[in-house]
């Protein structure tokens, strides 16, 4: 029997505003090429100077990755010729990383892993090539260039691209949360390469292993691991896994399948060498107590503290603490002396949904509104469905609950005249249902229950309504 082996190197974009070695803007979207200078495009006789809150940022992954901080470490430059890179080296950092070691604890079919990570280290991202469907030219975009990042490398200690994205999900939250990045795949801001091998469980050597390079969603990434498993199980059990070269393969999603980018037996030897123009970074102790002492409540002390203060299930508790604006948005919900399960449920339920289908990440209703709207429903002022009408409304304009309910006149009949009037209406409209009372069909008195909230369009009080509909029958 076979295992597989995972391990993954993930590049992320630091929160700076300005690039690592320069003053240009990290924006996303500007026009092509407009955001660069001599320095990151690496003209000659220029000199780069180090962005300190770079540093910062990196220092700040480690502690929240329980990483040990190099307070010495260097910059390097790996040499590679490919137009991405106009210096035709990239200033990364070789054998002395600012941090190393590490940790992500992830839930495995309902036991805890611990996934171990090497290293990580600060460099500079490369530009964009730009290939021309129509037309045989490509075209370059500097933009990207000297825009920090970190790369997490991590110990091959996955078995399955399960495994692999629930690591890379956990890692997310953790940056997202630390505020180190906005982690946004779609903009390439978090972006994985996974190594791939398979052995025979038992065999304690690995394997020549495969790396496909910049997935940058959860689900292709899931693909093409299983992809990627699958074809080296085949190559091994038809005995031809001398097949399998260590090469770079890329991912072709339209395919459905991985193939071949580069073999790394040229691409490999990068020739390192120190970074002449810069100084090794110096880190103090304090330096390292003061960001760690400033590191915000991380998911996975935020999940005991939620399991611990709310009365919600771990599936709950887990798709709150997902997104690190949607749990502030329920502890925010939840001060205003909310009842936390009501407030999760709506969050999950409605409010989840309408992100969806609105395509939007930010919340589009004041915390303040979507307290005051369950309260109103507590109070029994509106029914639950008429809820979800106010909340319909909630999202799509500034006003109050209070607002709505009163200008489209949702406030629940519960004044017995009203009430009364609507019931007379029904009863003398269904005399069967009556008779059919009285014989003791108790399916009868349901009837004339929803045929009377049917009448009210839904804002009669289910209570007063039964209690009406009982007296008057009896009176019958
Ligand atoms: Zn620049």
């Known amino acids: 029997m076979f295992e597989t082996i995972i391990g993954l190197e993930i590049h992320v974009e630091l929160n700076t505003k300005s690039k690592i070695f320069c003053a240009c803007s990290t924006e996303f979207g500007a026009p092509p090429n407009g955001n660069t200078c001599p320095i990151c495009t690496g003209l000659p006789g220029t000199l780069p100077v180090l962005n300190e809150e770079a540093v910062k940022l990196a220092i700040r992954a480690g502690k929240a990755l329980n990483c040990e901080i190099n307070t010495i470490n260097k910059f390097d430059r790996k040499n590679y010729f490919y137009p991405d890179l106009p210096k035709a080296y990239q200033v990364s950092q070789f054998d002395l990383p600012i941090c190393e070691k590490g940790f992500i604890d992830i839930d495995v079919a309902g036991q805890q892993k611990r996934i171990n990570l090497t ?48 690591f890379l999900k956990a890692l997310k939250a953790i940056l997202e949360y630390a505020e180190i990045s906005d982690c946004k795949m779609e903009q390439g801001s978090l972006r994985c390469d996974a190594n791939i091998s398979i052995r025979k469980i038992g065999q304690v050597k690995l394997n020549t292993r495969v790396e496909i390079k910049n997935i940058n969603s959860f689900k292709e990434i899931l ?44 691409a490999h030897d990068y020739r390192y060498f120190p970074e002449p123009d810069l100084l090794p970074v110096v880190i103090k102790e304090e330096q390292i107590q003061a960001i760690s002492k400033g590191l915000p409540e991380l998911p996975e002390k935020k999940r005991e503290r939620f399991l611990k203060v709310y009365e919600l299930s771990e599936k709950e508790i887990d798709i709150l603490i997902a997104q690190k604006p949607l749990a502030e948005y329920f502890e925010e ?125 839904g804002k009669a009080n289910p209570q007063s309504t039964k209690k009406i509909l009982e007296e008057r029958l009896g009176q019958l």
């Open 119 to 166: 290293r990580i280290h600060l460099e500079e991202d490369a530009g964009k090539l730009i290939h021309m469907e129509d037309q045989p030219l490509t075209l370059v975009d500097y933009n990207r260039t000297g825009v920090p990042l970190i790369e997490i490398v991590t110990e091959p200690d996955m078995r399955s691209a399960q495994e692999a994205t629930t």
């Open 223 to 266: 693909k093409a691991i299983q992809k990627e498993e699958k074809r080296q199980r085949e190559l091994y059990s038809f005995g031809e896994e001398y097949k399998i070269k260590q090469e770079t393969r890329k991912w072709d999603s339209a395919k459905g399948k991985t193939v071949p980018m580069r073999s790394k037996e040229d």
């Open 333 to 457: 919900v939840v001060d205003l002396g909310t009842n936390p399960k009501e407030a999760a449920n709506w969050i999950i339920g409605e409010l989840l949904r309408a992100l969806k289908e609105r395509e939007e990440e930010a919340i589009p209703i004041k915390s303040e509104y979507l307290a005051g709207l369950i309260d109103i429903i507590d109070e029994g002022k509106i029914s639950r469905s008429i809820g979800k009408e106010v909340f319909e409304e909630l999202i799509n304009t500034d006003k109050s609950p209070e607002e709505i309910i009163q200008e489209r006149g949702l406030s629940q009949i519960s004044g017995t005249d009203e009430l009364h009037k609507i019931i007379t209406d029904i009863l003398s409209k269904n005399p069967q249902a009556i008779e059919d009372y009285k014989s003791g069909k108790a399916q009868a008195f349901g009837f004339l229950m929803g045929q009377t909230m049917k009448a009210s369009k």
